[in-house]
Protein backbone atom coordinates (compact mmCIF):
# COMPACT_ATOMS: atom_id res chain seq x y z
CA UNK A 1 0.00 0.00 0.00
CA UNK A 2 1.56 3.45 -1.07
CA UNK A 3 3.02 5.86 1.94
CA UNK A 4 0.49 8.61 1.76
CA UNK A 5 -2.50 6.29 1.57
CA UNK A 6 -1.07 5.03 5.24
CA UNK A 7 -0.69 8.03 6.36
CA UNK A 8 -4.14 9.20 5.42
CA UNK A 9 -5.87 6.08 6.96
CA UNK A 10 -3.41 6.70 10.22
CA UNK A 11 -5.52 9.98 10.13
CA UNK A 12 -8.44 9.12 9.41
CA UNK A 13 -8.14 6.46 12.63
CA UNK A 14 -7.36 9.52 14.52
CA UNK A 15 -9.73 11.21 14.16
CA UNK A 16 -12.42 8.55 14.53
CA UNK A 17 -10.59 7.59 17.67
CA UNK A 18 -11.36 11.35 18.94
CA UNK A 19 -15.54 11.42 17.88
CA UNK A 20 -14.52 13.17 14.68
CA UNK A 21 -18.03 13.68 12.71
CA UNK A 22 -15.84 14.66 9.72
CA UNK A 23 -13.52 11.42 10.29
CA UNK A 24 -16.82 9.25 9.94
CA UNK A 25 -18.19 11.17 6.87
CA UNK A 26 -14.70 10.82 4.86
CA UNK A 27 -14.40 7.09 5.93
CA UNK A 28 -17.98 6.59 4.71
CA UNK A 29 -17.20 8.67 1.11
CA UNK A 30 -14.17 7.09 0.88
CA UNK A 31 -14.89 3.01 1.24
CA UNK A 32 -19.10 2.91 1.09
CA UNK A 33 -18.60 1.82 -2.85
CA UNK A 34 -16.47 -1.12 -2.09
CA UNK A 35 -17.81 -2.35 0.60
CA UNK A 36 -21.67 -1.77 -0.16
CA UNK A 37 -20.38 -4.28 -3.73
CA UNK A 38 -18.43 -6.85 -1.02
CA UNK A 39 -21.97 -6.98 0.56
CA UNK A 40 -24.02 -7.22 -2.34
CA UNK A 41 -22.11 -9.71 -3.59
CA UNK A 42 -22.85 -11.84 -0.50
CA UNK A 43 -26.22 -11.01 0.30
CA UNK A 44 -27.53 -10.71 -3.08
CA UNK A 45 -30.38 -8.21 -1.91
CA UNK A 46 -29.72 -4.20 -1.73
CA UNK A 47 -31.93 -3.57 1.40
CA UNK A 48 -30.06 -6.26 3.52
CA UNK A 49 -26.64 -5.40 1.83
CA UNK A 50 -27.56 -1.88 3.00
CA UNK A 51 -27.93 -2.90 6.43
CA UNK A 52 -25.28 -4.77 6.20
CA UNK A 53 -22.85 -1.48 5.27
CA UNK A 54 -24.68 0.50 7.84
CA UNK A 55 -23.30 -2.11 10.72
CA UNK A 56 -20.08 -2.20 9.24
CA UNK A 57 -19.69 1.52 9.87
CA UNK A 58 -20.69 1.83 12.80
CA UNK A 59 -18.78 -1.25 13.81
CA UNK A 60 -15.51 0.83 12.93
CA UNK A 61 -16.67 3.97 14.59
CA UNK A 62 -17.35 1.92 17.58
CA UNK A 63 -13.83 0.03 17.44
CA UNK A 64 -11.64 2.13 15.81
CA UNK A 65 -9.58 2.11 18.90
CA UNK A 66 -8.70 -1.46 18.65
CA UNK A 67 -7.43 -1.41 15.26
CA UNK A 68 -4.09 -2.06 15.76
CA UNK A 69 -2.48 -1.43 12.25
CA UNK A 70 -1.46 -4.76 11.58
CA UNK A 71 -3.25 -5.13 8.38
CA UNK A 72 -5.00 -2.15 6.20
CA UNK A 73 -7.47 -0.68 6.90
CA UNK A 74 -9.57 -1.72 4.33
CA UNK A 75 -8.77 -5.28 4.97
CA UNK A 76 -9.90 -5.02 8.35
CA UNK A 77 -13.37 -3.52 7.03
CA UNK A 78 -13.54 -6.33 4.26
CA UNK A 79 -13.23 -8.49 7.41
CA UNK A 80 -15.65 -6.77 9.29
CA UNK A 81 -18.11 -7.01 6.29
CA UNK A 82 -17.64 -10.54 5.58
CA UNK A 83 -18.39 -11.51 9.08
CA UNK A 84 -21.72 -9.26 9.36
CA UNK A 85 -22.88 -10.65 5.67
CA UNK A 86 -22.08 -14.04 6.71
CA UNK A 87 -23.67 -13.80 10.35
CA UNK A 88 -26.85 -12.44 8.73
CA UNK A 89 -27.02 -14.94 6.04
CA UNK A 90 -26.51 -17.58 8.88
CA UNK A 91 -29.35 -16.09 10.00
CA UNK A 92 -31.90 -16.56 7.18
CA UNK A 93 -33.15 -19.19 5.03
CA UNK A 94 -30.22 -20.62 3.25
CA UNK A 95 -30.25 -19.24 -0.52
CA UNK A 96 -30.60 -21.79 -3.25
CA UNK A 97 -26.49 -22.97 -3.89
CA UNK A 98 -25.12 -25.43 -6.55
CA UNK A 99 -22.78 -28.38 -5.67
CA UNK A 100 -19.16 -27.42 -6.87
CA UNK A 101 -18.16 -30.62 -7.32
CA UNK A 102 -20.68 -31.44 -10.29
CA UNK A 103 -19.16 -28.77 -12.49
CA UNK A 104 -15.67 -29.74 -11.91
CA UNK A 105 -13.83 -31.54 -14.59
CA UNK A 106 -13.86 -35.27 -14.97
CA UNK A 107 -10.42 -37.09 -16.18
CA UNK A 108 -9.46 -40.51 -17.14
CA UNK A 109 -6.54 -42.16 -15.89
CA UNK A 110 -4.08 -40.99 -18.08
CA UNK A 111 -4.96 -37.55 -17.35
CA UNK A 112 -7.08 -36.47 -20.31
CA UNK A 113 -10.68 -34.67 -20.16
CA UNK A 114 -13.37 -37.36 -20.45
CA UNK A 115 -15.40 -34.84 -22.59
CA UNK A 116 -13.93 -32.13 -24.76
CA UNK A 117 -13.54 -28.81 -22.97
CA UNK A 118 -14.45 -26.09 -25.35
CA UNK A 119 -12.17 -22.84 -26.10
CA UNK A 120 -14.34 -20.07 -25.82
CA UNK A 121 -11.71 -17.42 -25.25
CA UNK A 122 -12.62 -16.10 -28.76
CA UNK A 123 -16.39 -15.62 -28.04
CA UNK A 124 -15.47 -13.96 -24.92
CA UNK A 125 -13.44 -11.36 -26.68
CA UNK A 126 -16.49 -10.29 -29.41
CA UNK A 127 -18.02 -6.92 -27.97
CA UNK A 128 -21.22 -8.32 -28.65
CA UNK A 129 -21.08 -10.37 -25.72
CA UNK A 130 -19.26 -8.52 -23.12
CA UNK A 131 -22.01 -7.15 -21.48
CA UNK A 132 -23.97 -10.33 -21.49
CA UNK A 133 -21.53 -12.52 -20.40
CA UNK A 134 -20.74 -10.18 -17.52
CA UNK A 135 -23.99 -10.88 -16.67
CA UNK A 136 -24.36 -14.35 -16.82
CA UNK A 137 -20.63 -14.89 -14.97
CA UNK A 138 -22.43 -12.16 -12.10
CA UNK A 139 -25.25 -15.24 -12.12
CA UNK A 140 -23.23 -17.80 -11.61
CA UNK A 141 -21.07 -16.54 -9.45
CA UNK A 142 -24.11 -16.03 -7.09
CA UNK A 143 -24.63 -19.60 -7.00
CA UNK A 144 -21.68 -20.83 -5.49
CA UNK A 145 -21.68 -21.54 -2.05
CA UNK A 146 -20.65 -18.41 0.77
CA UNK A 147 -16.83 -20.14 1.38
CA UNK A 148 -16.55 -20.20 -2.90
CA UNK A 149 -18.06 -17.01 -3.58
CA UNK A 150 -16.30 -14.83 -0.73
CA UNK A 151 -12.80 -16.15 -1.80
CA UNK A 152 -14.17 -15.37 -5.62
CA UNK A 153 -15.03 -11.70 -4.94
CA UNK A 154 -12.17 -10.86 -2.81
CA UNK A 155 -9.72 -12.50 -4.99
CA UNK A 156 -11.02 -12.01 -8.91
CA UNK A 157 -13.45 -8.82 -8.32
CA UNK A 158 -12.01 -6.58 -5.44
CA UNK A 159 -8.44 -7.55 -7.02
CA UNK A 160 -6.87 -8.54 -3.84
CA UNK A 161 -4.03 -10.94 -2.87
CA UNK A 162 -4.16 -14.40 -1.52
CA UNK A 163 -2.12 -12.76 1.59
CA UNK A 164 -4.38 -10.34 1.82
CA UNK A 165 -7.91 -12.20 1.14
CA UNK A 166 -6.23 -15.59 3.58
CA UNK A 167 -5.88 -12.71 6.16
CA UNK A 168 -9.09 -11.45 5.54
CA UNK A 169 -11.08 -14.49 5.94
CA UNK A 170 -8.93 -15.69 8.64
CA UNK A 171 -7.24 -18.68 6.39
CA UNK A 172 -3.98 -20.08 5.41
CA UNK A 173 -2.96 -18.87 1.12
CA UNK A 174 -2.97 -22.77 0.05
CA UNK A 175 -6.47 -22.87 1.27
CA UNK A 176 -7.69 -19.73 -0.63
CA UNK A 177 -5.67 -20.52 -3.57
CA UNK A 178 -7.63 -24.37 -3.40
CA UNK A 179 -11.04 -22.30 -3.27
CA UNK A 180 -10.25 -19.71 -6.06
CA UNK A 181 -9.07 -22.50 -8.52
CA UNK A 182 -12.09 -24.79 -7.81
CA UNK A 183 -14.61 -21.53 -8.06
CA UNK A 184 -12.59 -20.59 -11.33
CA UNK A 185 -13.31 -24.12 -12.55
CA UNK A 186 -17.05 -23.81 -11.82
CA UNK A 187 -17.39 -20.59 -13.42
CA UNK A 188 -15.38 -22.01 -16.38
CA UNK A 189 -17.74 -24.95 -16.74
CA UNK A 190 -20.76 -23.09 -16.06
CA UNK A 191 -19.76 -20.52 -19.01
CA UNK A 192 -18.53 -22.93 -21.38
CA UNK A 193 -22.12 -24.81 -20.73
CA UNK A 194 -23.87 -21.51 -21.65
CA UNK A 195 -22.46 -20.90 -24.58
CA UNK A 196 -22.59 -24.28 -25.94
CA UNK A 197 -26.26 -24.03 -25.36
CA UNK A 198 -26.34 -21.16 -27.29
CA UNK A 199 -24.75 -22.24 -30.11
CA UNK A 200 -27.02 -25.03 -30.22
CA UNK A 201 -29.96 -22.76 -30.03
CA UNK A 202 -27.93 -20.60 -33.24
CA UNK A 203 -28.64 -23.86 -35.32
Same mark, same amino acid.
Given at each position: MPTER?????????????? /???AAETLFDRFHGRIYSLAMSILKNESDAE???QDVF????????????NSA???WMYRICVNTC???????RRSE???IEDFMPVFTED???? /????????????KALEKELGQVIQKFTE?? /?????VVFVLSDVEGLSNEETAQILGLTVPAVKSRLHRARLYLRERLTGYLREGKMEKQ
Open positions: VADDNVLLEGLRHG /SAEEAVLTVVRKAHTFKGLYSLMRLRGKTVAGMHT /SLVDDWSKEVERTL /SEKYR
